[in-house]
Every structure is written in C-alpha cells, then in structure tokens.
C-alpha cells in the first residue's frame, strides 16, 4: 500500500516537475547549442559543447566561436540599458507602491469614512481591467504632455497597475493584525503618525516586504505598457527590445537564436530566485487577489 | 483617482474620432465607434477566438491547478523543492513564456517533436502551430504560466481541511472518489471558484504571450480582442475605435464572471437542501 502510494506520487511529482520545467529547459538548450546541434535529428537533449559564447556576445564581450572571433551582436546596448532600466522602473514603481499602498491599506483597514465601500468595489473592479483598457487613453494622455519614451511615464503607469493590488493585500494583511498594541500606544500619547511608524511598520515589515517583491516582479514582467511607451526609444526596458527581435522586423540568422535566447534566460533569473525563496510562503501571504489581472505577467 | 481618471478618459475617448497624428482634436462621434465596431466583422472572429482561448486555457489551466495542489497537499520527501518548481513558472513573465512556447512548439527544433520522436511516438517532426490549432497551443503557454496561482490558491485551502474528517470518513469506508465529493470539496469550493475566475479574467485580458508566440497569426486565427484593440490602436492609430472595443471586452468578463457567480450560488442553494 505505502509502495504503490510512494510510487504514484513519485511518478506524478516528476510529471508535475517535467511540466513546469520543460519550456524553461527548452529555451535553455536553445541558447546553450550551436546551430548545427539545434537541427540534429534525433535531437540532441544535451548539448554536446554548451556554447557559453551566447550569454558573453549579449552582454556586449567578443568571444571565439568554434576558433573564430565573433563580435557582441548589434543590439547589445540596447538590452544592457534595457535592463538598467527595468530595474530602474521596478524598483521606483515598488519604493512609490509600497508608500502609497501602505497608507491607503491602513486607513481601509482601520478608518470608517463616507464612501469606504464604493470605494473598495472600484478598487477591486480595477484589478479585473485589461491593462490594454487603461494603456490607451495613457496612450493618447502621454502624447500631449510629452511622457511617452520617459522612465518617469512608464514608472507612472506601473502605479496604476500595482497599487490596487497591494493595497488589496495590505487591507487583509493590516486586518488580521492586533488591535490592541496600536490603542495602548494611542494612550501612551503616541501620535497617529507615530503609531504608523514605530508600530506598525516594524510588525508589518515581513509581509510589506513579500508584497514588494510581487509588485517588483509585476513591473519586472511588464511588456505591453513597455513596447508602446518606451519601445524604441532610449528609456527602453528589456521586453521590448527582446520583442523586436522575436516578431518585429526579418525572422534572425539560425547563429543568432542562440544569442537571443540568452537574453531571455537572463532577464528571467529574478523571477527563478523569487519563486526559489517564496515557495515558503506563498500559501500564508493569502494573496487571494479577485481578478489577478496583471499578477505574474 | 489614478485608475479612474484614464477609465473616463478612455471612455471619452471611445465617443470621439480620435487620431494622434491629426493633433489633439477630437470630434465628438457620440455612439458611432460602438455601432462601427458591431458591424464590423473581424470584432467577431476576434471575439470568437478570446472566447475559444479562455474557454481552452480555463480548463486545462483549472484541471492542472487542482492536480498539482492534491500533489503538494500530500506529505513526501522533497516537497519543498517540488513547490519552488511548480511555483517557477508563476513568476516567468507571460511574454518570456511565450518565447519559451515557441522553442517547444517550433517544427524544426522544437522540444516537443525532439521528445516525441526520441520516445518513438512520432517518426517526423510535426508542425504544431497551424491555423486550425495555433489557439490550442496559445491555450497551453498560458496554461503553464498561470496554473501555479490557482494551484496555490487550493492547497491553502487544502490545507483547511481537517484531518480527523478525512480519518473518519475512512474509517466509514468511503472511497477516494467519494471523500473527494463529499470530503474535500466543500472546503475548496470557494478556492476553486477564486481560481476559475482569475484564470478567466487573466486569460482574456492576456496579451503578452499571444504577441512572442503567434503575434495574431498564422492568418488572424489567434486574433483575440485583446490583440484587436492592439491592431485599432496602434496599426489604424484610431484611439477612439480601440477604446470602444476594450468596454466591450470588459462588458464580456463582466457576464462571464456574473455568470460563474450566479452558477455557484446555484449549486450552494443545492447542496443545503
């Protein structure tokens, strides 16, 4: 019984990983083989030479490839700004985020004033929106005032799509806290600014911080507010630049799929390192987030 | 204020003759962009394809959810990496997924065919992106990167199910089926019902892995809405006309979802009585 119990879930754990792990893998041998590997029938799982090369000509290096030297390809420049800028727009939009949210949660979660519920319903109603709805009027809005192609722009628009989300997390997370330690203070003759800071904010830290790392992964992920605002031009995050190799334009030399795929492998390693530590926490952060619209996209 | 003020101003926006290129003046159109766009029929192959990819996308990513929370609620070795990598693909982004969908899918070197012909099943490559299937595959990529969400949203409430029920139902010899039924179910009935309608709303809302994997293509066979409003907006520059098309796109999540919500309060009134 304990046999057949241990085997079935051993089978079904290596489905499970084989599922989740498999186009990772395969982009993975795409960006390690050489092009003649690539087209090897039967298909070669492993790569017999891993071409490092790949990850060194996209990040600007010149290497030797099969005893020849190869330049850095032409957009190398372009995606090592992208990913400065990313990180840029990430982080801002997590800093203004996790300002915004935290005030808004805390006052949903502790205050009663006139409007709290319809307010409330919007805030959900927000987060079942297509992020394309809200992009074309940002579209049309940005172009006059000159916004388009600024990091301060797509920072803008990035508030817009995480700040009903962690606030909506902060109200659950802020609820479920004691009451009783912020009154005590209250009597203590702590000011309601200071009961923010000196209490709140320390018993909060964890889950503000774990909520942070969602909203920068969300901003991180970002693609479609990045390829129409600031695709193209020198405020450029990673996405679109890697978009304009994969659809836009003639379809890249077979030397170069290798070179691309490094790319993508590299702007992916925040998101492999935050599932590798959050797996711990995920079932307790209780992100349940009605309509997740934009949540790991 | 900043979600709203855009929601108004794109509905403004969907009343009016909008082109970026002719200056900032709009003509008031009052509801023609809205009889334009029904008229229209690429709106309805488009509309066709959003609903055929949720409906595909909802089942397999729903059926996938469930399977992988039962797994992790079960006690085992390792389960902790396990976790991390069923949990991997929820923070991939949609776009790179679709970049990755298109190395296991791609006839010539694609991972798919490679293993298949590898185990024996397929002696030649097959194309697997084609017009009558091209949906399909976008319904799988997605699957993959928002099956970890759900299956999480589960197990938390998996793990509210208390053990003493599931040892005494056991004991009264129920089996595995009917402890699911009567045992489990209950308890993750609102979880599952969360995650059937995240799932919905992010699948037709999703843009980014149909614009690396198929861009629309092969043909407009993967031409969802979302994928329309892009094409208004950005190919035929008419602010206005893609503006109409998204509220219609939202009034369509808005009655699927009225829709799951009036069918689960059926099915509660059904289980009390």
Redesign the interface.
Known sequence: MTFTR?LC?FI??LL??L?????????L??SLESPAE??A???H?IPLMPMFSSYLRMVGFSTRVFGQMEGPIGIWRYYLEGLLNSAIVASATTVLALFFSFLAGYAFARYRFRLKGTLLG??LF????????????????F??VHLTGTLVGLT?TY??LT??FVTWVLIGFFGSLPKDVENAARIDGCTRVSVLRKIILPISAPGVASVGVIAW?MA?????FA??LVGGTPATTV?PV??AI??GGSFPALDLFSVY?SG?MI??I???I???V???Y??RL?I??????T??? | MLVFYPLAYSFWLSLNNANPLLGNKYVFVGFQQYTKTLTDPDFYSSLSVTLQYTFEALIISTFFALGLALLLNEPMRGRSVLRAIVLLPWAVAAWAAGAMFRYVLDAEFGTLNGLLNALGFLPTYVQWITYGSAVTALSVATSWNITPLGAFFILAALQTVPEDLMKAAKVDGAGITRRFRYVVLPYIRYALLITIVVNTIMVATSLDTLFLLTTGGPGTSTTSLTFRIFQIAYDELNLGGAAATSFILVAVICILTIAYFMMLSRVSARGRT
């Open positions: 241990n879930l079904s754990s499970a990983a599922w989740s792990l498999w186009p990772i893998y395969s982009l041998r795409v690539l087209g029938m039967p298909m799982f919007l805030l927000s987060r079942t929106l297509p992020p394309i709805v809200m992009l074309i009027p940002y579209l049309a809005f172009g006059m803008l508030l817009v700040v009903p992964l991180w992920n970002e693609f479609i390829l129409l996405p890697l978009e994969f659809v795929s993508v702007s992916i925040p998101a492999i935050v599932s590798c959050f797996q711990r995920i079932t209780k349940v987030d009605p309509g997740a619209g949540l790991g996209q």
